[in-house]
């Protein structure tokens, strides 16, 4: 026993020794120094709007360099105080005096944002707190909090820098993947993110993110993350693994990333001894701007479909709505001005004439087999096709169409929104349904072959495949492509399908365009043009290689835009075999 108590002992010595050897003390730029400026920190509280009648204290700290009327970078902090404590393992204000005086990092004004509180109504109740609502959830919100409500705030008393690159944003733990939401939302507002042990768990669905960050069309960001291998494991997921993932994810799909890691646990004792490295790695190079990343791996599925050479362009705007988009055989792209009740034509090389007045409020088209544009009147609750300098021809009356899709033979398949039926009208003219289970269908679209139809819902969070037989009946349902979405979405706001030459599946969505195989798995989530709502979809230009995407807005009316990719679309009244997919 004696023995054992001494090896216990020499046990306890040495593992005291070895924990004693990984401690993260903090440097010389974590410390005040003499003949550093120092900055000045200002406390303020503010009620929000957007998280409606929460109360939070947040600081302002302004470096000694900071000059009236000169726009400086900013950088803003999740749970703030903590970061903004001099005692504390960050001692941001003070770093900032350091790397600042050293011409390390820019002039930085510092934003210190605490979580919000909904204050009960009296003592005996309990107040409500935010944080997690406000952190872990992967919506936009925060991020408009602090572009629509702090930072215009803090704008009114100093000159604030509107660029991207001139913006960052950090973050421990809840707060970190809130960092990372906030410039993932919205690269418009941030370009550089810092993390420490960020919570990259399912709190509120953030193990998402690794398989979106592969997915989706690089951002122009620069992230760095920081975690430690004895870091949480609970309920939730596994922080350290969640992080390896998310910078594998990163890495992978070309991001200009770094993680530091180490062996703490979920605090911040690393975090606050490379603080000082991490800001200047983070600011490295400035002012060169953050470029969005090429895909860096052979591997990665949206190098087949991404031209590196081409982004979205302008092709129309100042209509006062626009959707619903149909290409004819010249690759000529039709868009109706519903406001204007008339449809519009971009030639295949962007001219912009007209193509029909008094439209009837058209909304969903197709061109048929018989090169007439075939169109959903909402307005008059009826289908009918046009033909340039020609009457327009009533096919059905009486009809809610949203949407529709015309086979070979010149038979239609309609949506019917209020109905939340899908109906096929023969050749004859003859109508009848023949799918009701559909919850609110909107688009429509048939496979290259003409074998199998494709149906969305605003609302649900998988796109409808059906077998269509010879007499147009459909059968063999299955809910056969999963969209992606955020945790705290209920809605997809699918707007619209196209697909390319090879079977590719084309869905308009909040997150952008998912591109499917043919075997209903996302590859590639494509970026939309504007942050204005998508209204419809479809491949156009002179080898139709340009994908059209057409989005409507109140305030901005209709916008419509371009991108060339190197897949092409297909002239759908002429049916054609996809390739055997892929496994």
Not at 131 to 137: L, Q, T, V
Not at 195 to 213: E, K, M, N, Q, V
Not at 535 to 549: K, R, S, T
Request: net charge negative.
């Amino acid at each position: 026993m004696r023995k054992l108590g001494l090896l216990l002992c020499l046990f306890s010595m040495v593992a005291g020794t070895l924990r004693a050897a990984e401690d993260y003390p903090l440097g010389g730029d974590s410390q005040r120094q003499p003949g550093v400026p120092q900055g000045t920190v200002t406390h303020y509280t503010w009620t929000s709007k957007i998280f409606s009648g929460t109360f939070r204290d947040y600081w302002v700290y302004v470096p000694a360099q900071y000059q009236p009327g000169k726009a400086a970078c900013v950088m803003v902090f999740q749970d703030g105080e903590s970061f903004m404590k001099e005692d504390g393992r960050a001692r941001v204000p003070i770093v900032f005096d350091n790397l600042i005086a050293k011409h390390e990092m820019p002039v930085s004004i510092g934003v210190f944002i605490n979580p919000g509180v909904l204050k009960a109504r009296s003592p005996d109740q309990q107040d409500r707190t935010n944080r997690s609502f406000e952190y872990d959830a992967l919506s936009s919100s925060y991020a408009l909090f602090l572009l629509d409500e702090i930072l215009p705030e803090v704008a009114k008393h100093y000159s604030l820098s509107a660029n991207p690159d001139d913006r960052a944003i950090s973050g421990m733990s809840s707060g970190g993947i809130c960092a990372f939401t906030v410039a993932w939302n919205r690269p418009d507002g941030f370009h550089r993110v810092l993390s420490f042990i960020g919570s990259f768990t399912s709190l509120r669905g953030g193990d998402i993110y690794p398989a979106l960050i592969r997915k989706t069309e690089p951002k122009p960001l620069r992230v760095f993350l920081q975690d430690g291998s004895h870091d949480l494991n609970n309920y939730a997921g596994d922080w350290w693994l969640a992080n390896q993932s998310m910078a594998s994810a990163l890495e992978y799909a070309g991001y200009d990333v770094k993680f530091v890691t180490g062996d703490k646990d979920h605090d911040m004792e690393q975090g606050g001894a490379i603080l000082p490295d991490a800001l200047r790695w983070l600011w490295r190079d400035y002012p060169q701007p953050i470029a969005k990343p090429a895909p860096n791996h052979s591997g990665d599925k949206r190098t087949a479909i991404l031209d590196p050479g081409h982004g979205w362009e302008l092709v129309s705007q100042g209509h006062k709505a626009g959707w619903g988009l149909a290409a004819d055989a010249q690759g000529s792209v039709l868009f109706t001005d519903g406001l204007e009740d008339r449809i519009e034509k971009i030639g295949p090389y962007g001219t912009v004439s007209g193509f029909r007045e008094h439209a009837g409020r058209s909304g969903g088209m197709m061109f048929g087999p018989d090169g007439r544009l075939y169109a959903c009147q909402s307005g008059a609750h009826r289908i009918v096709s046009f033909a340039p300098g020609e009457v327009e021809k009533v096919l059905s009356e009486g009809v809610d169409c949203q949407d529709l899709a015309v086979d070979k033979a010149g038979g239609i398949y309609f949506t019917d929104l209020s109905g939340s039926k899908v109906w096929y009208i023969n050749p004859a003219r003859k109508k009848r349904v023949v799918i009701d289970i559909v919850a609110e269908p909107r688009g429509i679209h048939l496979s290259p072959d003409q074998s199998l139809l494709y149906v969305d819902s605003f609302d649900f969070r998988w796109i409808w495949s059906f077998q269509v037989q010879a007499d147009g009946s459909l059968i063999n349902a299955e809910y056969f492509y999963r969209l992606e979405g955020l945790d705290d979405s209920l809605q997809t706001e699918a707007a619209g399908m196209t697909a390319d030459s090879l079977g590719f599946l084309y869905v308009l969505t909040h997150l952008g365009i998912q591109v499917f195989d043919e075997q209903g798995r996302v590859q590639a989530i494509v970026s939309l043009p504007t942050s204005n709502p998508p209204a419809g979809i479809v491949f156009g230009g002179p080898n139709l290689q340009d994908l059209y995407v057409v989005s409507s807005y109140i305030a901005s009316g209709g916008e419509i835009f371009k991108r060339h990719l190197l897949r092409k679309g297909y002239l759908p009244w002429v049916p054609q075999k996809p390739p055997t997919p892929e496994h």
